[in-house]
C-alpha cells in the first residue's frame, strides 16, 4: 500500500491530462499511467482532427503555440449546396496540444508514468480501491479516474458506462499540401472548417476538410457502423477506401499531396452514457462518452468532463473525514448533464434522423439554413426541438416514419 496517491488517473489524453492539471494545481498527489512510451507520445493512431474553438482555448489556458491555424467560418455541405456561418475556431496541432498538457501537468506538481498499460481495478469490499497495470504492478488511490478513450477497461469491468459497440464511429484523416481551398466549383474555404453531408463519401456520417494555413488542410471523414451506414455503405468499403474514394473525385485534391506521416485514426461512441461514477471511481472523456453526436467535437466537452471530475473529487477529499462514495461522487454526474453535455438525448435523436436522410434533403437543408435566421443553427444544436420542426417539411414525413419504425425495432 506504500505506492498511494490521492488520485490515480488512467490515460494521458487531453481529459485525462486536463483533470491532473486541475487536481495537481490544488496540491493533490495524482498519479497518470499512460499506455504509450513517452518517446512515442502520442502516437499517430491515437489523434483527433483538433478542431476546437476559442472559448476551450480560454478556459483552460491553452497557448496559441498548439494552434495550426485560426478560423473564422464553418461552412456545411451537401452533395449540390453549401451553407457558411461566421464562427472563431482553433484547429490544433494535437500532438502539441498534448504534450502542452503534459508538461503544464507536471510542472503543477502531477507524475506520469509512461509505458504503463492499465490491466483492471483492484477491487476490495465491492469498491475500487486502486489500479493494475503492467501485468503485476498496483498502486492504491482514494479516487480512480478512467480517462482511456473507447478501451475503457476500468470503466467496463466496473460496469459503469455502458459502451455498446454498434454505437462506435469510426474515422480517418490525411494532411495534404496543395489542396485548392478557393476551388470555383465549391465554397471558399480559406480559413474555414468545413463538414460535408454525403452519404456516397461517408455513409451514415460526414466528412471534413480544416484549413491549416496556406495550400494545407486537415481531410477526413467518420461514420458509426449501424442500420444508417448499412444503407448507404458500398459493398466491399472501408474508411481507408471511402477518403481514398473521396480523394479521387474531388477536385479540390488534383494537386493535393499527402504530408507523410500525418495519418490519424480514431474512434469514440456516440451513445447516452449509462453511468459515469461509482464508489471511489469515475469516467471522464471518450470513457464516458463525451464527444459531440452531431459534428462530433470532442475536445471541449472532453476538457469540460475533465474539470468536472477535478471539481468533484476536490470537493470529496477536502473534508477533514473525505468521502469518495458513489454518492458523494454522484456531483460528477450532476455537473457532466448540466455542463458538459445538455440536452444530450434530443441531439442525438436529431443525429440519427439526420444520418437517416438522402442526399438530396441534405440539399434542402442547406437552402434551409439560409433562409432563416443565423440563431437556428445555433439552437439546433442545443437541441431545441422547436428549431428542429421549423426545419422540417410535409415531404419529410417517410423519413420520421422510418426513423420512428428504427427506434421501435420494428
Not at 274 to 283: I, K
Not at 313 to 321: K, M
Not at 355 to 363: G, I, K
Not at 378 to 404: C, K, T, W, Y
Amino acid at each position: 500500500m506504500s505506492d498511494r496517491f490521492d488520485v490515480v488517473i488512467a490515460g494521458a489524453g487531453p481529459a485525462g491530462a486536463q483533470c491532473a492539471r486541475d487536481l495537481a494545481a490544488r496540491n493533490y498527489d495524482v498519479l497518470v499511467l499512460e499506455t504509450e512510451p513517452e518517446d512515442e507520445f502520442p502516437r499517430q493512431s491515437n489523434k483527433s482532427t483538433a478542431g476546437t474553438f476559442p472559448s476551450m482555448m480560454a478556459s483552460f489556458g491553452i497557448p496559441d503555440d498548439v494552434v495550426m491555424h485560426y478560423t473564422d467560418k464553418v461552412v456545411l455541405e451537401s452533395p449540390n449546396e453549401h451553407y457558411v456561418r461566421d464562427q472563431p475556431g482553433a484547429v490544433l496541432e494535437f500532438a502539441d496540444f498534448k504534450r502542452f498538457l503534459v508538461r503544464d501537468g507536471r510542472e503543477r506538481g502531477a507524475e506520469y508514468r509512461f509505458d504503463s498499460r492499465v490491466s483492471a481495478p483492484i477491487v476490495d469490499g465491492g469498491e475500487a480501491v486502486g489500479v493494475r497495470y503492467d501485468g503485476s504492478e498496483e498502486v492504491y488511490a482514494d479516487v480512480i479516474v478512467d480517462a482511456t478513450g473507447p478501451a475503457a477497461p476500468l470503466a467496463k469491468k466496473l460496469d459503469v458506462t455502458g459502451l455498446e459497440r454498434e454505437h462506435q464511429a469510426i474515422g480517418i484523416e490525411y494532411e495534404f499540401e496543395g489542396v485548392a481551398v478557393n476551388h470555383p466549383e465549391f465554397a471558399d474555404l480559406r480559413d474555414s472548417m468545413m463538414l460535408r453531408l454525403d452519404h456516397d463519401l461517408a455513409p451514415g456520417g460526414y466528412s471534413w476538410i480544416f484549413h491549416t494555413g496556406a495550400d494545407t488542410a486537415k481531410v477526413g471523414l467518420c461514420y458509426i457502423q449501424n442500420d444508417s451506414h448499412d444503407t448507404y455503405a458500398k459493398d466491399g468499403m472501408g474508411i481507408d477506401d471511402y477518403l481514398n474514394y473521396w480523394i479521387d473525385r474531388d477536385p479540390r485534391f488534383d494537386d493535393a499531396e499527402r504530408i507523410e506521416g500525418k495519418q490519424h485514426r480514431g474512434s469514440a461512441h456516440i451513445q447516452p452514457p449509462e453511468g459515469m461514477s461509482t464508489d471511489n471511481f469515475m469516467a471522464i472523456g471518450d470513457t464516458v462518452p463525451t464527444i459531440d453526436p452531431l459534428w462530433g467535437e470532442g475536445i471541449h466537452s472532453g476538457m469540460k468532463s475533465a474539470r468536472s471530475a477535478a471539481i468533484t473529487a476536490d470537493a470529496c477529499l477536502t473534508p477533514e473525514e473525505p468521502d469518495t462514495s458513489a454518492a458523494a461522487l454522484s456531483t460528477y454526474d450532476e455537473l457532466w448533464h448540466r455542463d458538459v453535455a445538455p440536452q444530450m438525448r434530443p441531439r442525438l435523436l436529431m443525429t440519427r434522423l439526420l444520418y437517416l436522410a438522402p442526399n438530396e434533403r441534405y440539399d434542402r437543408l442547406m437552402a434551409d439554413l439560409r433562409a432563416t435566421d443565423e440563431d437556428t443553427l445555433e439552437q439546433v444544436n442545443n437541441g431545441n426541438r422547436l428549431a428542429m420542426r421549423n426545419l422540417m417539411h410535409l415531404s419529410d414525413l417517410p423519413l420520421i416514419a422510418r426513423f420512428a419504425r428504427d427506434r421501435l425495432g420494428i
